[in-house]
């Protein structure tokens, strides 16, 4: 089969076609999410679907599926919460399953998989450190901060802090972070990745097992 022609070195010369995108006739599409597997796992849309019944939503989600890519169709509104509020990824048998919300501009080459908001917990950070200043700064070493979950501000001691953090996903995870409270003296502070459990001790990369890893150790280290 030949191959696409595509000029991609000439400058981008073309016809400007007016539209108005908010007037398309596949507006009902607002309700749509694209859902993609981190290790490019693909299930039959059987299983998809009977999962997604499984969930407690108000109105019915209608999947779909194009070779590894899902299309959830969120009926209600109020459903919509779970899938853009709250989680930018769900877990489907150890999977990692990453969510993409409609926007206007989507098309199939658009959709970005490569990071995705994942939810951390911080343990080890000193009772006396509890502040949302800090906590940002904690969780800013691992990616970029989203939301920091619950009161970090309160005056009562805490366990751990919690945030969702964008997350680079062909690079390895962050492990932790160092508090030095006093020069040269330091403090461990572990970072807990929520839904993650196929992850590379080797490599740091999620969406494989250490078996699994292509790298040798000293590619790793
Ligand atoms: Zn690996």
Request: charge should be neutral.
């Amino acid at each position: 089969m030949a191959e696409n022609f595509t000029p991609a070195s000439l400058p981008r010369r073309g016809a400007k076609i007016p539209v108005d995108i908010y007037e398309a006739p596949k507006g009902n599409l607002q309700s749509l999410v694209v859902g993609k597997f981190i290790d490019n796992k693909r299930y039959p849309l059987w299983q998809i679907q009977q999962w997604v019944v499984s969930w407690e939503t108000r109105g019915r989600v209608e999947v779909s599926q194009d070779h590894d890519v899902y299309y959830l169709f969120i009926n209600n509104p109020r459903d919509w919460d779970i899938f853009v509020g709250q989680h930018n990824t769900l877990n489907f048998k150890g999977s990692l399953l990453l969510l993409r919300p409609w926007s206007y501009t989507m098309s199939y080459k658009s959709i970005n998989f490569s990071a995705t908001g994942l939810w951390v917990k911080a343990e080890g950070i000193p009772f006396i450190l509890t502040s949302e200043e800090f906590a940002t700064k904690i969780f800013g070493t691992a990616g970029g901060v989203l939301d920091i979950d619950g009161n970090p501000n309160s005056q009562a001691p805490q366990r751990f802090f919690r945030a969702r953090v964008w997350t680079q996903l062909g690079k390895p995870l962050v492990p932790g972070c160092y508090i030095e409270y006093e020069p040269d003296k330091l403090l461990w502070v572990d970072f807990k990745y929520e839904g993650v459990f196929h992850f590379c001790k080797k490599c740091g990369v999620i969406g494989h097992n250490t078996a699994e890893c292509r790298k040798s150790w000293d590619e790793a280290e």
